[in-house]
């Protein structure tokens, strides 16, 4: 299965650290490692690769997976709405472009000055679909379209609820490009954003 997965540097961090922190030392180049899952029992192979023959494997073109990319895709939106209603600036900067990294901490600094807190919780994603790919093969810009269910509220430092309803869940809908950095091989960043709420 293509690695087209977003954060798929994050997941391969966080497997070897687990690996070391299980066998008590680093896993031996070509070494195959499985790992089980408690919850389903799904089995994940891998073989750790370095070197010249990860440099080999990194000029092999890949071609595009679309159900690889969404779920990266939802994964990415899920940790970008959630880290910008606790404002977590840290969190932020690798998912998203300057540009739409500087609007989001904007908003966050205007928010911190005020006092106000927004409370924000991710129902479900019922929804993700690819609008608009670049290419078909290899494609560096791909726009996503996600409806999800949210419960938002913006209160004030007082816990006076200046907009939202915490007992109501809103459907949102949201379209998100996406776009490879330019010295990248396989990092995406959010380079657009557009969200409206709506009745279903």
């Known amino acids: 299965m293509q690695a087209e997965w977003i954060i798929l540097t994050v997941i391969v961090v966080l497997l070897v650290s687990k690996l070391i922190s299980v066998l008590g030392k680093e896993p031996v180049q070509g070494e195959k490692v499985r790992l089980v899952s408690k919850n389903s029992g799904q089995i994940l192979e891998m073989r750790l690769i370095k070197g010249k023959e990860l440099e080999k494997k990194e000029k092999t073109p890949l071609s595009f997976n679309e159900e690889d990319f969404l779920m990266g895709a939802k994964m990415a939106f899920h940790a970008v709405v959630d880290a910008f209603a606790c404002g977590n600036k840290e969190a932020l900067k690798p998912l998203l472009s300057k540009k739409v990294y500087d609007a989001f901490v904007s908003d966050i600094e205007e928010r911190q000055k005020k006092e106000e807190k927004m409370e924000f919780s991710l129902i479900a994603i019922d929804s993700s679909k690819v609008l608009q790919k670049s290419s078909e ?32 869940i809103t459907k949102v809908l949201d379209i998100w490009t996406f776009e490879k950095e330019p010295k990248g091989r396989s990092n995406w960043v959010v380079t657009a954003t557009k969200s409206e709420a709506f009745h279903a």
Do not use: C
């Open 137 to 168: 093969q290899q494609p560096t810009t791909v726009t996503v379209e996600f409806i999800s269910e949210q419960m938002n509220v913006l209160k004030n430092k007082e816990g006076v609820v200046l907009e939202g309803d915490p007992i109501l």
